[in-house]
């Protein structure tokens, strides 16, 4: 690469990164912008934890049109605020456009009504003209001068016809103002002439504007109605599935007591089995792995994302506050699930829970734990299987009450659940 060639290249590179960095700026807002709409979407499907995904569909449904209505609400009032500025700004253009054509007119009048002052001037010179040297003085001296173009024009033309002694200083100087009073209006005219035209653009351009604004305004009123009928047929739409809602909501009631029956007969066998002896694991004997280093390990690889906490929270469908009984993790459709904990695996189907795992656990430094998963999409064990932590158990789904596939981790200790995120080394 020459010498001559590298401070072009610096330039160009100069003048490139602006532009770059401004683009990766947007596509970066873009990005943040999509992902909290992600972000947003899962939290509001995970906070439906409890109905079914078509129930849960119509409440999203319901949600999104609201939010939509709301942007488009903010955008016709923007819209609209713009349109009053672009009105007055093509008033006023409309206005000084006016008043520039109104002063060109009137100094057009002037100069036409000056010009044919000066035709008949010109006739009335000629007339001087022959008359003089023919000898008539009955044309006056003034009427000679308005013909001159300039006095030095008019003193030698008086001189060439022998008739400069004749004419006074006064009517020369007259004269001289009259064709200054003319060169004046025709600079005036000019000026007028150019200002109506730069006028004329800007009152077209103001026009073309406040049109654009007018549309888009419309567009916008348009789309806040259309928006509107949306969210009235979305609202209707829910309405009309409450009583599914409160038939839904009564089955997950029903399945939650007959879950904490099974758990409660489980425990019971467990601290029979304690009390004859068979003291469990301690929890010095699990050595950490993939699925987390405590006691009792992840449902699934990887980092978890808590999509929807344990505890009590208000159905957004409802109002009606609810215990959430496990803890949720974003997960993909057919994630692999694993057992958090060697023990004896059952299947634990129901309405609420879709398919679902209960592993035993027994007891694990003095206390008897049960962990169930539901939702699973399938299972990959045989009911009453013996698993060793880590076997894959199941696959994450979406079946029984819940809005999209995802995994529903609950834990219960000595037949209590409890938060799966406070237990050591989760």
């Not at 549309?215 to 916008?220: E, G, I, Q, R």
């Amino acid at each position: 690469m020459s010498r001559r060639s590298l401070p072009i290249l610096l330039a160009a590179a100069l003048c490139l990164t602006p532009l770059s960095s401004a683009l990766a700026d947007d596509r970066s807002d873009a990005v943040d912008e999509r992902n909290e709409a992600q972000r947003k979407q899962a939290e509001l499907a995970s906070s439906l934890e409890g109905v079914s995904a078509d129930l849960g569909q119509a409440y999203i449904d319901l949600q999104n049109v609201q939010t939509s209505l709301t942007t488009a609400e903010t955008e016709l009032k923007t819209a609209e605020t713009t349109l009053k500025e672009k009105e007055r700004e093509r008033k006023t253009a409309a206005d000084r456009l006016t008043i520039a054509e109104d002063s060109l007119a009137q100094i057009t009048a002037e100069a036409s009504a000056s010009q044919s002052a000066a035709d008949e001037t010109s006739g009335a010179v000629a007339q001087l003209v022959v008359s003089a040297h023919q000898g008539d003085t009955s044309v006056t001296s003034l009427t000679y001068v308005l013909e001159s173009g300039s006095a030095e024009e008019l003193s030698s033309r008086a001189e060439t016809m022998q008739i400069a002694s004749g004419v006074q200083e006064s009517v020369l100087s007259a004269a001289e103002a009259k064709r200054a009073q003319d060169a004046n209006r025709k600079a005036r005219q000019d000026a007028a002439t150019r200002r109506v035209a730069v006028l004329k653009a800007d009152a077209d351009a103001a026009a073309t504007a406040a049109q654009t604004a007018r549309d888009d305004a419309k567009t916008k009123r348009d789309t806040v109605s259309t928006l509107a009928a949306q969210k009235a047929k979305a609202a209707s739409d829910l309405e009309a599935r409450k009583t599914d809602l409160e038939a839904q909501q009564a089955q997950a009631a029903k399945d939650a007591d007959a879950a904490a029956a099974k758990i409660a007969e489980i425990d019971a066998k467990n601290r029979a089995a304690y009390a004859a002896g068979q003291t469990g694991v301690s929890s010095d004997s699990i050595a950490a792995d993939s699925l987390g280093a405590g006691y009792i390990g992840h449902p699934i690889s990887g980092p978890l994302t808590v999509t929807s906490p344990f505890g009590f929270r208000i159905h957004p469908v409802t109002g009606v506050g609810v215990g959430h009984q496990g803890t949720d993790f974003a997960a993909a459709e057919g994630t692999p699930q694993y057992a958090s904990v060697s023990g004896t695996a059952t299947y634990w189907d129901s309405p609420s829970c879709g398919i679902g795992i209960d592993i035993n656990a027994g007891y694990i430094d003095g206390n008897s734990y049960v962990i169930t998963l539901c939702h699973l999409s399938g299972r990959a064990i045989a009911d009453g299987q013996y698993v060793n932590r880590g076997d894959v158990v199941g696959y994450t789904g979406s079946t029984g009450y819940a809005t999209g596939p995802h995994v529903h981790f609950q834990v219960a200790r000595d037949g209590a659940y409890i938060d799966p995120m406070t237990l050591p080394g989760f």
